[in-house]
């Protein structure tokens, strides 16, 4: 047997060993995690053992563990656990939405320069320059003081955060993709641009933006905290969990459960999320196996 007969053979076992590795425990416990925020939020009328707007003045800022309310209650006696299942099923809304919207509106932009090329595509790369060189959170704090923080608008304003991302990554792996024979081969055979994009191109990519979704997600979930700490996210009477760590800022001293209880959440989740994104980019992507 030659030296690359071996070299293949070598190869060849350590793909085989990379696709049968163990799904490691970290990646199982943060999919487990993932999945019981899903449904939480899916539950949330149903699981609540309160309603989030109820009141208990006797019991305000009673301790966690109390006979009545397992998590205690806030500086108004509402129940901490009902508000923060109810903020669970908002905060993973606002995130999911944004996150698709993102992914949309950037895999298109993408898409456009790639097919258009010319003007179109430094137009379209300039805004991904002004877009990833602008804070996003300063974007955020001036659209909302001046137009209000409505949950449409919140959830559009978030759905812009990431976008150049994908832009960026649809148009390289467009291009690359066009130069390919499959993509040629499909244009002869008749078919349309957007067919093209959407039936040959799109399915190909998928990975690394999904990938590339689970990335972003957290990090929606961080912004929307932060602007709802901040008093510009999701306003009363509707929760989240950045509206509660505000809200419970106040008595951080007397109180920390009010702010521990969504902090231990939010790190948690996007902890989670962040795992199975590493997961999944190593499992996808070929170039690092």
Not at 243 to 256: D, F, Q, S
């Amino acid at each position: 047997m030659n030296m690359m007969e071996k070299v293949s053979e070598t190869a060849a076992g350590t793909r085989k060993n990379t696709e049968h590795q163990p799904i490691p425990f970290t990646v199982i416990a943060s999919l487990l995690w993932i999945v019981f925020v899903i449904g939480i939020a899916l539950l949330a009328d149903q699981i609540a053992p309160y309603r989030y707007t109820a009141l208990d003045l006797p019991n305000r800022l009673a301790s966690p563990f109390h006979p009545q309310h397992l998590l205690g209650t806030d500086e108004l006696g509402r129940d901490i656990l009902s508000r923060l299942i109810v903020s669970v099923r908002i905060s993973v809304l606002v995130a999911l939405a944004a996150t698709l919207i993102s992914a949309c509106f950037g895999t298109t932009m993408g898409f456009a320069a790639a097919h258009f090329r010319g003007r179109v595509e430094q137009f379209i790369l300039m805004l991904a320059d002004f877009q990833a060189a602008m804070p996003f959170l300063i974007l955020s704090l001036s659209v909302l003081a001046f137009f209000g923080n409505a949950l449409p608008l919140f959830i559009g304003l978030m759905g812009l955060y990431g976008w150049e991302r994908y832009a960026r990554i649809a148009r390289g792996l467009a291009i690359a993709a066009s130069a390919q024979g499959y993509a040629g081969a499909a244009r002869q055979l008749g078919a349309s641009p957007m067919q093209v994009y959407l039936r040959h191109i799109l399915p190909n990519i998928s990975s690394t933006l999904i990938v590339s979704m689970t990335l972003t997600f957290p990090e929606i979930i961080l912004m929307e905290s932060s602007l709802s700490f901040l008093g510009l996210g999701v306003q009363p009477p509707m929760t989240s969990l950045g509206n509660m760590l505000g809200y419970g800022r106040e008595y951080m001293t007397r109180a920390p459960w009010i702010m521990f209880a969504p902090a231990a959440l939010i790190v948690t989740t996007t902890l989670s999320i962040s795992l199975l994104g590493d997961w999944l980019r190593d499992r996808l992507d070929k170039g690092l196996q």
